[in-house]
């Protein structure tokens, strides 16, 4: 898998101190707060970034999950949001909801999920991704907490996948563009 990467764009080190700074962020903005801090997980590609950043939180935090889909075959957004795994709180009221994602190209399906999470009733909504790519930003969408800018690159690692591989890898790599066209 390491031959297929063309760098690494951040490496374990970079990481783990981009993550210590978000959840420090974190931290100071819900310190001291009524509402539970709930942070959400986007399925699959967030599950190794809200790990990491749930251990170092400090102020009382709980964990829940959706599998959201903007992806169809291969490495393009088809624009359509699909919810295959939906948030079921019955005090949603209650909970401020941080999205937890891995990555922002587009910027529609948070803000989507955004809307859609404040119509169910979140008392409030923010978003926390580890990596932004302004350059593919289609909608007005701007993350709360952002972890580090990245080029216009198709990156694995860390969580992220081409067809479900690589997300074991411990950095973010820039993929081989011969690996996925």
């Known amino acids: 898998m390491h031959n297929d990467i063309k760098r690494v764009l951040l490496s374990e080190e970079e990481l783990e101190s981009i993550i ?3 959840a ?7 310190a001291g707060r009524d509402g539970r801090l709930v942070l959400l997980c986007i ?4 599950v190794v970034f809200m ?15 959706m599998k959201v889909s903007s992806y169809g075959a291969g490495t393009t957004t088809t624009g359509n949001i699909h919810i295959a795994l939906d948030i ?5 009221e209650c909970c401020d909801i941080v ?8 910027g529609r399906t948070l803000s989507h999920l955004s809307k859609y999470l404040t119509l169910k009733g979140a008392r409030s909504v923010k978003t926390c991704t580890l990596l932004d790519k302004p350059s593919r930003r289609e909608v ?5 907490y952002v972890g580090c800018n990245i080029p216009d690159e198709f990156v694995v690692g860390y969580g992220l996948d081409y067809d479900e591989r690589y997300r074991a890898l411990p950095y973010v790599g820039i993929l081989k563009p011969e690996v996925y066209m």
């Open 140 to 144: 007005d969408f701007e993350a709360d």
């Open 20 to 22: 210590t700074r978000l």
């Open 24 to 30: 420090g962020e974190l931290d100071r903005d819900y």
């Open 99 to 106: 999205i937890v994602e891995d990555i922002i190209d587009s």
């Open 43 to 46: 399925l699959k590609g967030s």
């Open 88 to 92: 079921n709180r019955k005090d949603i």
């Open 51 to 65: 790990g990491e950043l749930m251990k170092k939180i400090t102020v009382p935090v709980e964990i829940d999950f």
